[in-house]
C-alpha cells in the first residue's frame, strides 16, 4: 500500500535530493529528529518504494567510462533564422558536439548518454523544439580511429 508523505518526508527527500551522503545525525538537525528517527523514516521511505535508489553526479571533466554514443542529424526550418536552437542546444549537458553542416542536414550533435533511455530523451527534446523539422538518430557501435 502507499503511503502519503507527510511535510517531515518531504523535507527529509528535499535533504537527500540535494545531498545524498548527509549524514543522518546532520539531516536530523536540519529536519529537527533525532539522528535514529531519521534513519528509522529513511528505512521506512526505501522500504515504501519513496525512495528507488541513490546516484552520483559526475562533475566537470570527468566522465563515466560506459557512455552510449549517437550521433542526432537535425534539418532546422530555417539555416539561417536558427539560433534559439543552438542557444537550447548548448543547455544539454549530453551533448558533446555541435557542428554545422552543409548538405542535406544542418547540424550533427554526438550525444554521450549513461542509457539508450537518455540518449531517446534527449532525442524527444530535440524534435519537439520549435524550429526542428526532422531528426535522423544513429547508434556508434565502435571507434576505430
Known amino acids: 500500500m502507499k503511503r502519503i ?13 540535494a545531498n545524498a551522503r548527509i549524514a543522518h545525525a546532520e539531516l536530523g538537525a536540519k529536519v529537527n529528529l533525532s539522528r535514529n528517527a531519521v534513519r528509522q523514516r529513511i528505512e521506512r521511505l526505501e522500504r515504501d518504494g519513496a525512495i528507488q535508489g ?6 566537470e571533466g570527468r566522465r563515466p567510462t560506459s557512455l552510449i554514443t549517437s550521433v542526432i542529424f537535425v534539418y532546422r ?16 549537458p549530453e551533448i558533446t558536439h555541435c557542428e554545422v553542416l552543409s548538405g542535406e ?3 550533427m550533435l554526438r550525444v554521450e548518454a549513461a542509457s539508450p533511455e537518455r ?4 532525442w524527444k527534446e ?20
Open 77 to 92: 526550418y530555417d539555416r539561417m533564422r536558427g539560433d534559439e536552437v543552438l542557444a537550447t542546444l548548448r543547455s544539454i
Open 54 to 59: 541513490y546516484t552520483v553526479r559526475v562533475g
Open 5 to 17: 508523505l507527510d511535510p517531515l518526508d518531504e523535507r527529509i527527500l528535499a535533504e537527500l535530493t
Open 105 to 107: 542536414f544542418d547540424l
Open 119 to 122: 540518449v531517446h530523451l534527449v
Open 126 to 145: 530535440i524534435a519537439a523544439m520549435p524550429g526542428v523539422e526532422n531528426t535522423v538518430t544513429s547508434f556508434v557501435l565502435a571507434v576505430v580511429i
